[in-house]
């Protein structure tokens, strides 16, 4: 059996970078509590999601926050999938989430391959092309329940790349993100179940609580599992989502409804 307890963490985000990492330290702490054998943060978890701050706020690795990490993942015996942070490497700035295993290892590091960069006519116009720098790799780490892969937010909106970690023997994987009030309501729920559907696996989607000032997050933290169906969400409000989770759905699943030995790539 492949039954493990996941909690997503939809943390507050505010403009102290230390009160941030503080605050997600603590969240840990009460996943850990719940038996959590994973857990996830939003992205851009240590500061506020800005262009204006992602340079400032930066660090290379390691860093303050990411040793907070490795430590929360080392003392509480768990897998953490640390958001995203700002990540600071010679002169550029990347979008970055550090996986730590329950030894406080590093084992995987996804930098942010597409990158959010949007004009909806009249509601919301944001470019991180204008700070950051895109990733250029797919990330999927091995536990000892099988392989699981992460991506960041915008990463979600291209099929191709779900699609390969699945490929890749990925039951499950994990998108820090922040979709805002705009795109939140229309596209989110939608695109974790077509992705969880298509590719039957599990997708957790971690965001921030709903902060009215700056950049206003949707929240509504979610997972879905290998059917496409929502095992739950949370509201707009911090809190942390606690899931049991069989792995083994994604097995059953593929037998029963075989789409992935069905796929004719030479035609496409």
């Known amino acids: 059996m492949a039954n493990i307890k996941i909690a997503l963490i939809q943390m507050k985000v505010g403009p102290d970078k230390d009160e941030n990492i503080k605050r997600a330290a603590r ?44 430590d929360q993942a080392q003392k509480n015996g768990m ?23 329950r030894k406080g290892r590093l084992v995987g590091k996804h930098r942010k391959v ?47 790349f779900t699609r390969k970690m699945a490929l ?29 559907l298509d590719n039957q696996i599990y997708m957790f989607g971690i965001s921030s609580a709903r902060n009215e000032k700056g950049y206003i997050a949707y929240g509504n933290s979610i997972a879905a599992n290998s059917w496409g169906q929502v095992i739950g969400r949370l509201d707009e409000k911090e809190g942390i989502l606690m899931l049991d989770v069989d792995l083994d759905d994604v097995n059953e699943v593929r037998e029963s409804l075989p789409l992935l030995k069905h796929r004719r790539p030479e035609v496409y």
């Open 114 to 160: 597409h990158l959010f960069d949007i004009d909806v006519k009249g509601k919301i116009t944001f470019k991180e092309s204008d700070v950051l720098t895109p990733g250029s790799e797919m990330t999927v780490f091995d536990t000892e329940w099988g392989k699981m892969g992460v991506m960041i937010c915008y990463d979600i909106r291209f099929p191709e």
């Open 168 to 196: 890749a023997d990925a039951k499950a994987v994990f998108v820090p993100a922040a979709f805002n009030m705009t795109t939140g309501p229309a596209h989110w729920e939608l695109t974790f179940r077509a992705r969880a």
């Open 27 to 70: 969240l840990l702490d009460e996943a850990a509590k719940k038996g959590a054998d994973i857990a996830a943060l939003p992205e851009m978890f240590n500061c506020p999601y800005s262009n204006s701050c992602f340079r400032d706020y930066g660090e290379s690795y390691p860093g303050e926050t990411t040793r907070m990490l490795s």
């Open 79 to 101: 897998y953490i999938i640390g958001g995203s942070i700002p990540e600071l490497d010679d002169d550029k700035v990347y979008n970055t989430s550090y996986t730590f295993d």
